[in-house]
């Protein structure tokens, strides 16, 4: 189990509203984009970081993490398990308080350098599952 019920509402509920979701482009096909429609509906502010830097769902996008001219809360992750370590440890430079990786990414390294980091992390689940539940 890669995070506990207590992780998911704390990340959820309390960590912060702006969250940057790496991997989000205006593929409406991709996975992605749906679970940023859904946050965007629960209140957060989804910050698209893709190479193409595209604008998303009215947000302006940017080509990483470090490009961002803000703070960011949390770093949704929608990059194959392969690539998410380096992602997790720009959210750790970055300043995020919490990472999440989507159904299907997992990293087992990368996680306990995000959590020894001081940062919140869940591993292999969604939060457009996870975020009606707590209502």
């Known amino acids: 189990m890669y995070a506990d019920d ?21 593929n409406r096909a991709r996975a992605a984009y749906g679970v940023a429609g859904v946050l965007q509906r629960f209140g957060k502010r989804v910050v698209p970081v893709h ?6 769902l009215g947000e302006r996008g940017y080509a990483s993490l470090d490009a961002i001219p803000f703070d960011v809360d949390v770093v949704d992750v929608f990059v194959n398990s392969d690539l998410a370590g380096a992602v997790a440890d720009e959210a750790v430079a970055k300043g995020a308080k919490a990472v999440w990786f989507q159904l299907g990414v997992v990293d087992e390294q990368a996680y306990a350098r995000t959590r020894e980091a001081g940062l919140a992390m869940v591993m ?12």
């Open 6 to 26: 207590e992780t998911i509402r704390t990340i959820l509920t309390e960590t912060g509203d702006t969250w940057a979701v790496v991997g989000l482009s205006n």
């Open 124 to 135: 292999d689940r969604c939060p457009a599952i996870e975020i009606p539940s707590l209502g």
């Open 51 to 56: 190479p193409k830097a595209e604008t998303v």
